[in-house]
Nanobody, 122 residues
Framework: QVRLVESGGGTVEAGGSLRLACVAS?????TAWFRQAPGKEREGVAA????????YYSGSVQGRFTISQNSARNTVYLQMNRLKPEDTAMYYC??????????????????WGQGTQVTVSS
């Protein structure tokens, strides 16, 4: 069983930054951040492999967001820079045992946090 608790959401102006944190307990091979805006499908934005620190990003956030984890591997961060209004969404932390492919697909993840809201004003 994996427990995930997110924090760090809030409201920021376009061009600003926020850092999300996900405290994770339990065994997993990958941790990811997903987001879902009203009326839209859930989208995987970044993932990281627990053992290797290898990151993965969606094209929509590549170059603006950075995923990382602490040395104890129990907290995963999502640093979000140059935020845009279209980044507004509920952000969820997810964990699981992901394969070699599709690390940003929700089917790879069995455990989910409660979500934290990010709002970017124009």
């Amino acid at each position: 069983q994996v427990r995930l608790v997110e924090s760090g959401g809030g409201t920021v102006e376009a061009g600003g930054s926020l850092r999300l944190a996900c405290v994770a307990s339990g065994s997993r091979s990958c941790t990811a951040w997903f987001r879902q805006a009203p009326g839209k499908e859930r989208e995987g934005v970044a993932a990281i492999r627990t053992a290797s620190d290898s990151p993965y990003y969606s094209g929509s956030v590549q170059g603006r967001f950075t995923i990382s984890q602490n040395s104890a591997r129990n907290t995963v961060y999502l640093q979000m820079n140059r935020l845009k209004p279209e980044d507004t969404a509920m952000y969820y932390c997810a964990a699981g045992f992901c394969g070699d492919y599709d690390t940003l697909k929700s089917k790879q993840y069995n455990y989910w946090g409660q979500g934290t809201q990010v709002t970017v004003s124009s």
